[in-house]
């Protein structure tokens, strides 16, 4: 079973960042392959604690905005967690979106371009020590590409498993063929017996990526138009807690997984067979917090 689990998505919540510490101490004893973190509560830190208290499990940040910190920065701390993890952390980057460069007081330049531009500039540091490999964060086809050129791997987020093909194939075969490149989407879900309430959650998990005009874009470019319609209309008219109605059932299907334990490991099988080798679970509870939502994915996956 162990080859068959999916990596998991952990965040260290304030006020509870040593029990999240021992929690990824368990996730390492229960063999998953990895623990990827998002960009809230100081992810870069988080992984530096995963360096010194795990052994075994790959880890890294999933994603870094590249503008929160200088180019030297993140090499001199992502060097200092590769050597000391022996290799097991990866640095996922990505552009984030509008709210986060306001938040950090950024205007940012072409995506495409300030990726490329902060990869170069990262892998020229010099007498850093070895320097980790870089994932790149993606949702529509010339940053996937990019993805393929210039990194060691790349991540979606809240991606269309119907669209993923068309997603992929902006990949190089050997890329997509090779098992070192890293290929993974970050995936909400929730485990439990009543479907209802966790679509309830997933739609909730989901309500702020709707008000992202580059999400909106990808959802209509994977066939969402009528969602994405009514996603916009709901903003132009002020009524954003409406956007949850605004998700079908369809559209909910295909960009999470909820329900029994059984269903849910049937969805992380149908991604793989997709070709995302690397399935990373952000885990809700129906029925708690996120230890909760840990507590069930280690149940359903025992």
């Excluded at 360096?51 to 030297?72: C, D, E, H, K, L």
Aim: charged fraction near 20%; proline fraction near 6%; aromatic fraction near 8%.
């Amino acid at each position: 079973m162990a080859d068959q689990l999916p990596h998991l998505c952990l965040v260290a919540v304030p006020g509870r960042r040593r029990r999240t510490i021992e929690v990824a101490q368990e996730i390492e004893r229960r063999g998953f392959p990895g623990i990827f973190s998002p960009s809230m509560f100081g992810n870069m830190s988080f992984c530096e604690a995963l360096a010194w208290n795990t052994s075994t499990i790959r880890f890294g940040t999933a994603i870094a905005p590249i503008y929160q910190r200088t180019v030297t920065d993140f090499a001199q701390s992502a060097a200092v967690m590769h050597e000391v993890s022996a290799g097991r952390f990866s640095l996922g980057i990505g552009i984030a979106h509008g709210p986060a460069h306001i938040r950090m007081g950024v205007t940012p330049g072409k995506p495409l371009g300030d990726i490329r531009g902060f990869v170069e500039r990262f892998r020229a540091q010099e007498g850093l020590g070895t320097l980790p490999p870089i994932i790149v964060a993606a949702l529509r086809q010339k940053m996937v590409a990019l993805a393929g050129e210039i990194a060691e791997g790349v991540v979606f987020a809240n991606a269309c498993l119907s669209h993923m093909s068309a997603s992929l194939a902006a990949l190089p075969d050997a890329k997509r063929s090779d098992p070192s490149f890293f290929i993974g989407n970050m995936i909400p879900t929730c485990i439990s017996d009543d479907i209802e309430a966790a679509k309830a959650v997933n739609r909730r998990t989901l309500t702020g990526y709707g008000l992202l005009p580059n999400y909106r874009n990808y959802w209509r470019e994977a066939g969402y138009q009528e969602e994405m319609d009514a996603v916009e209309k709901a903003i132009a008219e002020g009524r954003q807690s409406d956007i949850p109605k605004c998700y079908s059932d369809k559209w909910l299907a295909d960009n999470t997984l909820f329900g029994p334990a059984a269903k849910v490991r049937e969805g992380v099988a149908a991604w793989r067979a997709a070709g995302i080798r690397d399935l990373i679970i952000v885990p809700s509870s129906a029925a708690g917090n996120q230890m909760r939502a840990i507590e069930e994915v280690f149940a359903a996956f025992a």
